[in-house]
């Protein structure tokens, strides 16, 4: 069992960078595979980036060259760097662990944390 709790979302304008954060609960962390997912209003939850536990990631076409994922095994720890942020990426951003390789729609995955809203103001 996982559980999963994020943090460090909020209102930005523009342009500007946020950081979540993703503490998992677990000793076995470090073999699961983390993904970053997003909801808009009225729209289905898309994935934004993964990291599988190797260190491999993959970003989603839209992030590329402004989001950074990463983990910290020691610490249980799944970070969501957002730089150069834009009205489009506003959503609630959730954390998602998948016991297995994963993959870029929510089904692969079996544990979920509730969720940190992102704004971005234009």
């Known amino acids: 069992q996982v559980q999963l709790v994020e943090s460090g979302g909020g209102l930005v304008q523009a342009g500007g960078s946020l950081r979540l954060s993703c503490a998992a609960s677990?000793?076995?962390?470090?073999?699961?595979?983390m993904g970053w997912f997003r909801q808009a209003p009225g729209k289905e939850r898309v994935i934004v980036a993964i990291?599988?536990?190797?260190?491999?990631?993959y970003y989603t076409d839209s992030v590329k060259g402004r989001f950074t994922i990463s983990r910290d095994n020691a610490k249980n720890t799944v970070l969501l760097q957002m730089n150069s942020l834009k009205p489009e990426d506003t959503a609630v951003y959730y954390c998602a662990a998948s016991g297995g390789n994963g993959g870029t729609t929510p089904r692969w995955y079996n544990y979920w944390g509730q969720g940190t809203q992102v704004t971005v103001s234009s």
């Open positions: 990291i599988w536990s190797g260190g491999s990631t």
């Open positions: 677990g000793r076995t962390f470090g073999s699961y595979t």
